[in-house]
């Protein structure tokens, strides 16, 4: 195996650093900024490599530091980055977790593969919320073999995705679904996507309540996003509405045809990025959401999610 500086955790909650080769039954913590995790394409930092050129909060943060994926500047997201986490880890059953810097402008779809001896399991976690200390969070239980664990963030979801840590914990937990097209939306429980390319998707009020409407329309080329309110005689009515002609237009997000101002910004004269939106659409038993997403992304990945409340 490659020589790498791995970081474990004690029972004091101390981080020990251990060197090549260290076999040990605790849990097992690889750290972003260590030679054990692998980062590809164009990554911001809180410790001034972003384009505020600023130091941010460690609070919560294995090592005191993340990587994020910025949409903004010299640091400006690719579309393309990759963060591959490796650990030299005994054959066996170990429960993975991850923990990232979160913040109310993460992305909601930030894809994580988990490869192991059955396969390679894919997770899409939300990694939107506020942070408050370490928190990890499992992708769930795996067993690994003689090239030891590895784990590897692969899609930002088309916005700011934070990087920090992986943690391997030996467990006798029983593994978890190893299907390798495995695709679900954790930290969510309910969210229900409406990929690009999908065509309009409905979702039915079971009862009378709400649904959150998520949506933030990120792309190059020209694109649309609308949701509509269908009512129980088969009326249908806008209830929100998007369209940018690329990545530079400042046109804002329409919520029964009011602008919502928050929905875009100028970070830098003439550079304009959405924001994410969140609205409440109340209905009754029997009626409909629709919600449709269409265009020329460019590499981008726009999000419309809606959420029974």
Not at 85 to 91: E, G, N, T, V
Not at 266 to 292: H, Y
Request: hydrophobic share 30%; with cysteine.
């Amino acid at each position: 195996m490659n020589n790498r500086w791995l970081v474990a955790v004690a029972a004091t909650g101390w981080l020990i650093f251990l060197g090549a080769g260290s076999i040990f039954a605790a849990p097992l913590v690889v750290d972003e900024s260590s030679s054990g995790c692998t980062l590809t394409g164009n990554w911001a930092d809180n410790r001034g490599h972003n384009d505020e050129g600023k130091t941010f909060s460690s609070e919560g943060l294995v090592g005191g530091d993340q990587h994020y994926t910025s949409s903004h500047g010299k640091y400006r997201r690719t579309g393309k980055e990759t963060a591959v986490f490796k650990a030299d880890l005994k054959p066996g059953k170990y429960r993975v977790e991850i923990n990232w810097r979160r913040s109310e402008n993460r992305s909601s779809r930030v894809t994580w593969e988990v490869r192991h001896v059955g396969g390679n399991t894919k997770k899409t976690i939300n990694q939107r919320g506020s942070s408050s200390g370490l928190s990890w969070f499992s992708l769930g239980t795996y067993e690994f073999g003689e090239t030891g664990g590895e784990v590897a963030m692969v899609d930002d979801g088309g916005q700011s995705a934070s990087v920090d840590a992986v943690r391997f914990t030996p467990s006798d937990e029983p593994v978890s679904d190893n299907d390798a097209t495995l695709d679900d939306v954790l930290n969510g429980g309910n969210t229900k996507s409406n990929p690009a390319g999908d065509g309009p998707k409905a979702h039915v009020f079971t009862k009378d309540g709400s649904f959150k409407i998520t949506a933030c329309l990120m792309t190059r080329g020209p694109a649309k996003l609308v949701v509509k309110k269908k009512g129980s005689d088969g009326k249908e009515t806008v209830w929100m509405e998007w369209a940018r002609e690329n990545d530079k237009d400042p046109s804002p997000c329409k919520v029964e045809g009011k602008e919502i101002p928050e929905s875009i910004y100028e970070q830098n004269p003439g550079d304009f990025s959405p924001k994410p939106v969140e609205r409440s659409l109340t209905g009754k038993k029997g009626e409909s959401v629709i919600l449709s997403l269409e265009g020329d992304f460019g590499g981008e990945n726009p999000t419309l999610e809606a959420t029974e409340e």
